[in-house]
């Protein structure tokens, strides 16, 4: 079945404690992004990745890290958390170059990470 | 810069009433529009697009017509049932790879 899969679904940290969001898709997808998720907010692009070792900030990035080391692989890190950080977070994937009309985002079920 | 105004929810209506969810854009130029829907507990996932003015596009009795002329993607649906509670948000893309969403319209129907 294709999928987009993250864990956890759920995480509760404290602040400064390192942690890592796992994103990993099994449709061969060159285009991978991650969103956070906020009331009245919407959905706002954190970093987004075109390619292996291709990547690029989004619209919200500060506080974050990603790296994509392999195709199907897209983690999320925050290295020094805190709770302005508390969010919805959602791992997307697409094919890359064909056009969001034809190929549109397949997302993750989202992790809910609580920073204390 | 480029954005989707969706009508504020929450939106509660009972079942087989008829449904509309407002949404305009501003941007410069004619982007592609679509709706996503998230239901409970689970990931967005596309529920209908239009590319182009006065395309109009459905999916599982929802439809939406992009208007060109009051830069609206209005979501509709003629008889709700329960299984369609869930929050929608509306898009924007130019082609890229990035997507605009609105803020979301959370959605419940009532039995």
């Known amino acids: 079945e294709a999928q987009v899969t993250q864990n956890p679904r759920y995480l509760i940290t404290v602040t400064g404690k390192k942690l890592t969001v796992t994103c990993s898709q099994n449709?061969?997808?060159?285009?991978m992004s991650w969103y956070r998720q906020d009331p009245g907010l919407g959905l706002r692009q954190i970093y987004y990745?075109?390619?292996?070792?291709?990547?690029d900030k989004g619209d919200v990035p500060e506080g974050y890290k990603v790296s994509r080391k392999e195709k199907r692989n897209f983690p999320l890190i925050l290295e020094s958390p805190s709770p302005n950080q508390t969010s919805l977070y959602f791992c997307?994937?697409?094919?890359?170059?064909?056009?969001?009309?034809?190929?549109?985002?397949?997302f993750g079920n989202g992790t809910r990470l609580t920073v204390t | 810069g480029d954005s989707v105004t969706q009508m504020e929810g929450p939106v509660t209506l009972s079942e087989e009433a008829c449904l509309t969810i407002?949404?305009?854009?501003?941007?410069?130029?004619?982007?592609?529009l679509f709706w996503y829907v998230q239901y409970p507990g689970e990931g967005l996932q596309l529920l209908l697009k239009?590319?182009?003015?006065?395309d109009k596009g459905s999916n599982k009795g929802f439809e939406a017509t992009y208007r060109k002329e009051t830069t609206s993607f209005h979501l509709e649906k003629g008889s709700v049932q329960v299984s369609d509670s869930a929050v929608y948000f509306c898009?924007?893309?130019?082609?890229?790879?990035?997507?605009?969403f609105g803020t979301g319209t959370r959605l419940t129907i009532i039995p």
């Open positions: 449709m061969n997808h060159e285009y």
């Open positions: 898009a924007l893309n130019f082609g890229n790879e990035k997507l605009t």
């Open positions: 990745s075109m390619n292996v070792e291709v990547t």
């Open positions: 407002n949404c305009t854009y501003t941007a410069t130029g004619y982007p592609s």
């Open positions: 239009a590319t182009k003015a006065d």
């Open positions: 997307a994937s697409k094919e890359f170059g064909s056009p969001l009309g034809n190929s549109p985002l397949h």
